[in-house]
T-cell receptor, first 112, second 115 residues
C-alpha cells in the first residue's frame, strides 16, 4: 500500500524568509513520481513542482525547490523568499501507476 | 484553453436525492479521475478512467457511479445523497501515467452539502 504523510498541519513564515514543508511517503514501487500542489483560498489545485524518482537531481522551480531523499523516502519542499501569495494549503502527492496518493496537507501562512 | 471544467460550483442536496456532477476536459487527456476533499483527510480517489469505456474504483467508491462514454466527459453520479457525502469534489485529468508524467490538471471543484 502507498501512503503519504505530512506531519505539519500548520506552519507560518515571515515574508521574505525561507520555510520547509516536510513529506514522507511509502511505496514498494521503483518507478514513481512525487508532486507538491498548492491550494490557495480560491480552492484551485495548482502544481508547484514535480520529481521523478529515478532522477537524483532535486527539482527546482524558481523560488520552490525540493530535497528528495529516496532511501529515506522523504520529499520536502523549500520555499525561498516567501511572499504573501504563497499563503495556501500545500499537498504532497505520490503517483504510482494509475493512482495518486495525497497527504493530508500543510496550511502555510505568510506573515507580513 | 478551458482545461478541466466542473459544474456546478456549489450544490445543496436533500438526503436521498440524486444528482450528477459534470466534468469536461478539452485537452484530449486519456486519464480522468474524481476526488473528494475532506478536512484533515487530504484528497481521496473515488473513481478513475484510463480511457473511453474504461472505469475503475478508487479508495472511496461507495455511493458513487461513473461512466466514460467520450474522451472529454467523465460525470460523477450520486445515487442517493447522504450527509457523509458532504465534501468538496475535484475532477482531474492527465495525458497518461508513466514516463514523463506531468501531473494532473484539476478542475475548480464543486462544494456539495447534503442536508
Amino acid at each position: 500500500a502507498q501512503t503519504v504523510t505530512q506531519s505539519q498541519p500548520e506552519m507560518s513564515v515571515q515574508e521574505a524568509e525561507t520555510v520547509t514543508l516536510s513529506c514522507t511517503y511509502d511505496t514498494s514501487e521503483n518507478n514513481y513520481y512525487l508532486f507538491w500542489y498548492k491550494q490557495p483560498p480560491s480552492r484551485q489545485m495548482i502544481l508547484v513542482i514535480r520529481q521523478e524518482a529515478y532522477k537524483q537531481q532535486n527539482a527546482t522551480e524558481n523560488r520552490f525547490s525540493v530535497n528528495f531523499q529516496k532511501a529515506a523516502k522523504s520529499f520536502s519542499l523549500k520555499i525561498s523568499d516567501s511572499q504573501l501569495g504563497d499563503t495556501a494549503m500545500y499537498f504532497c502527492a505520490l503517483n504510482t501507476g494509475n493512482q495518486f496518493y495525497f497527504g493530508t496537507g500543510t496550511s502555510l501562512t505568510v506573515i507580513p | 484553453n478551458a482545461g478541466v471544467t466542473q459544474t456546478p460550483k456549489f450544490q445543496v442536496l436533500k438526503t436521498g436525492q440524486s444528482m450528477t456532477l459534470q466534468c469536461a476536459q478539452d485537452m484530449n487527456h486519456e486519464y480522468m479521475s474524481w476526488y473528494r476533499q475532506d478536512p484533515g483527510m487530504g484528497l481521496r480517489l473515488i473513481h478513475y478512467s484510463v480511457g473511453a469505456g474504461i472505469t475503475d474504483q478508487g479508495e472511496v467508491p461507495n455511493g458513487y457511479n461513473v461512466s466514460r462514454s467520450t474522451t472529454e466527459d467523465f460525470p460523477l453520479r450520486l445515487l442517493s445523497a447522504a450527509p457523509s457525502q458532504t465534501s468538496v469534489y475535484f475532477c482531474a485529468s492527465s495525458q497518461g501515467t508513466g514516463g514523463g508524467f506531468r501531473g494532473y490538471t484539476f478542475g475548480s471543484g464543486t462544494r456539495l452539502t447534503v442536508v
